[in-house]
């Protein structure tokens, strides 16, 4: 844990135990490469709340588009986020759609380093 604490110091709970298994085979040079590309291209828990509440009171989707998920951004935009729904329910579980998010990244970044 304290290697992932040195290198990505934001990661909380799920995210550092998930990376700490993620990394666990890398050298002390990889586990640099992989920090610097990982804080780079990660999405804070806190943004992705933040982005959506703004979608349920003046953009809905926005938090779907900056997670990269582009279509569900623009159906959420045409459908006033499923009649808010989709917008409420997106506050709920913001945390989990940015570990996800953060999860797919980290495989993408663990392949090349």
């Known amino acids: 844990m304290n290697r992932i604490l040195k290198h990505i110091p934001e990661a909380r709970g799920e995210e550092m135990i998930f990376l700490e298994r993620l990394t666990e085979q890398c050298d002390e040079q990889q586990m640099h490469d992989f920090a610097m590309l990982y804080r780079s291209r990660r999405k804070d828990p806190q943004l992705v709340l933040i982005l959506s509440v703004v979608g ?47 999860c797919g990244v980290a495989y993408e970044i663990i392949e090349h380093v």
């Open 56 to 102: 349920l009171v003046a953009i809905p989707g926005i938090q779907r588009f900056v997670l990269g998920q582009i279509l569900m951004g623009v159906l959420y935009l045409f459908t006033a986020g499923f009649c808010l729904i989709g917008s409420i329910i997106d506050i709920v579980n913001a945390s989990d759609m940015a570990f996800e998010y953060n």
